[in-house]
């Protein structure tokens, strides 16, 4: 029997180690919780009546005890000094009264019960792990061995950058059954079916009032420079008309200021909702009216503020800004935050800056937001382009440098997925 030990920064990792040094045959003898992370013990060859044999002679042996050990030696007791007791007059003397008397010993034994306790908590915790790791390995290579094309397909939508929960629900509507070719086409096409694309944009349908709204950073007032400049080409400098709420960031309005004098097109403030609806009703025959706005974070309490003067504008249309190179996580917690102003549609800006489209695809495919534009540059107005899903899809596909995933990611993220179906 070969016996070693595994260190690892979690119980995912020393499994990995250990599947990767010994082979699937490996037998997990113990599991600890370190400060550097889990320790694991794993044995080949794993003898089980030897291991018994051992630990029945080890218990026999620290049962016995020791030949020179005096049992006759006297006990000590700790005695707690009392402190200076209160003298009372006899005739008024106070009611006895009950002290509670502590035996001795009992606070080491309580943090010792206290750090068994934990100690057992944590080893479940890292049985438990290792458990959905191995009924996740197992429920993936069942998956490979029935259904190996919707295998490949969720493997393809891994490289891709696709999120788990969108990538099971896209697999889910394959037909059945698929042939290779279908599962080496189909995960493009799925994809560009589900993403939503508004049309906006297209043969001068960009009449209206539209408010960019969304965090800070991700390039809302150069894409409403863009969007005026192109509605400026179309229908003239006098039909167009922008619109600043952003007065909390220094030189927001002076950056509108601008691009409103080089498009000669006029800037016009709003402080507050009954400003801004003062403000929409003087602009009402104008073609195309942009609302630049502050960005803010989902946690701000402003935001409450920028949904109440919004939401009082009749006939507005909000689109939420997004930038592609942020992290999926920020992408989806900012398309939440912006749910109580129900956006009609979004912009997916920076595509030039992000490595990975698969993020906010899925972020736009979870929560079925359709897409105006896309941007892919500071120059104005060039970069943008009405959104097109295969072109995206196919942008994604062409960006994408990641190697095909190993089977221990596929089943981490779709393992315990598939056990429960």
């Known amino acids: 029997m070969k016996i070693k030990r595994f260190v690892a920064a979690d119980m995912r990792q020393a499994m990995r180690e250990v599947r990767e040094e010994q082979g699937p045959e490996a037998v997990i003898l113990s599991t600890r919780r370190m400060e550097d992370g889990i320790e694991v013990i794993a044995a080949i060859d794993y003898d089980e009546a030897l291991m018994r044999e051992a630990s029945r002679h080890g218990a026999t042996a620290a049962e016995t005890p020791p030949a020179d050990k005096d049992d006759t030696a006297p006990r000590q007791v700790h005695v707690a000094a ?35 306790t934990a100690q057992l908590r944590s080893e479940l915790g890292s049985m438990r792990e290792m458990l959905e790791m191995q009924l996740s390995s197992l429920a993936w290579n069942d998956l490979e061995r029935r259904q190996p094309l919707r295998a490949r397909v969720l493997r393809e939508m891994t490289r891709l950058g696709i999120e788990a929960d969108v990538a099971r629900a ?50 809302k007032t150069t894409t409403i420079a863009k969007l005026a400049a192109r509605a400026v080409m ?77 939401a009082d504008a009749s006939d507005l249309r909000a689109c939420l800004v997004l930038a592609a190179n942020a992290q999926s996580q920020s992408l989806d917690d900012a398309v939440r935050a912006y749910l109580p102003l129900k956006p009609h549609a979004c912009i997916l800006t920076k595509l030039d800056e992000a490595p990975n489209l698969g993020g906010a695809l899925s972020v736009l495919i979870r929560h079925r937001l359709p897409l105006d534009y896309t941007t892919d540059g500071q120059r104005v107005p060039e970069d943008i382009a009405t959104a097109d899903a295969r072109v995206l899809v196919c942008r994604a596909a062409q960006s994408l440098k990641s190697h095909v995933p190993d089977d221990g990611l596929m089943a981490e993220r779709f393992g315990l997925a598939v056990a429960s179906a």
């Open 170 to 219: 896209l697999v889910d509507e394959l037909p059945d059954p698929i042939n290779a070719e279908q599962a080496r086409y189909l995960p493009l096409g799925m994809l560009s079916r589900h993403l939503a694309v508004s049309g906006r944009g297209l043969s001068g349908d960009d009449r209206g009032v539209t408010a960019l709204v969304g965090p800070t950073g991700v390039g």
């Open 234 to 310: 179309r229908h003239g400098a006098d039909q167009v008309a922008l619109v600043s709420t952003d007065h909390y960031r220094i030189g927001a309005a002076a950056q509108l200021e601008h691009y409103g004098r080089l498009l000669g097109v006029r800037v016009y403030p709003a402080y507050d909702a009954e400003s801004l609806r003062k403000v929409l009703e003087m602009l009402r025959s104008r073609h195309t009216v942009l609302i630049d706005t502050a960005g803010v974070a989902g946690s701000d309490p402003r935001l409450n503020q920028q949904v109440e003067i919004l």
């Open 82 to 116: 009392a402190g200076p007791v209160a003298r009372t007059p006899r005739r008024s003397a106070a009611p006895p009264v009950a002290v509670a008397v502590e035996p001795p010993g009992m606070r080491p034994l309580m943090e010792r019960a206290a750090q068994d």
